[in-house]
């Protein structure tokens, strides 16, 4: 009820609050080494974005661990490879990586991370990647982040 009422007195306050874009999205990782999305859009009226990374699995994060790490598409292969030997201490990512924008850590089946970056990060008209830097699941794990 309270949400109704609130609900109804923003659609009269504004009613470009309620068409505001989505500045988060929630993504799912499972056992089979698989995100729930390849294709991401961050539209440009987002000040921050926030990507939910969830594990749906059971399998330990040292057998079947996921994160999220984004790059440009460029940058892409060379964050991935110095990741890999930065190892699972560092999750995966290479220390201050200047190639990576926004990451999160890596997570075993059950648990959950949220990364929030700053969509002054990103440029329209750039192809960015996002993947999983576990050694061998960016052949799975992978998909494309625009932003426009
Ligand atoms: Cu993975």
Redesign the pocket.
């Known amino acids: 009820m309270i949400r109704q009422c609130l609900a109804a007195s923003l659609l009269v306050l504004s009613s470009t609050s309620l068409m505001a874009a989505e500045c988060s999205i929630d993504i799912q ?1 499972t056992d089979q ?1 698989r995100f729930s999305t390849d294709n991401i859009v961050v539209d440009k009226s987002c000040k921050q974005f926030t990507v939910n990374l969830q594990h749906t699995g059971t399998m330990p994060s040292n057998v079947m ?2 994160n999220w790490v984004l790059t440009t598409a460029a940058d892409m292969q060379g964050a991935m490879m110095e990741g890999m030997s930065a190892g699972v201490a560092n999750n995966y990512v290479k220390v201050d990586d200047a190639r990576v924008i926004a990451h999160t850590k890596v997570i075993g089946g059950g648990e959950k991370d949220s990364v929030t970056f700053d969509t002054s990060k990103l440029k329209e008209g750039e192809s960015y990647a996002f993947f ?1 830097s ?1 050694p061998g ?1 960016s052949a799975l ?1 992978k998909g494309t982040l625009a932003f426009k």
């Open positions: 990782s080494m661990g996921h999983c576990f699941h794990m």
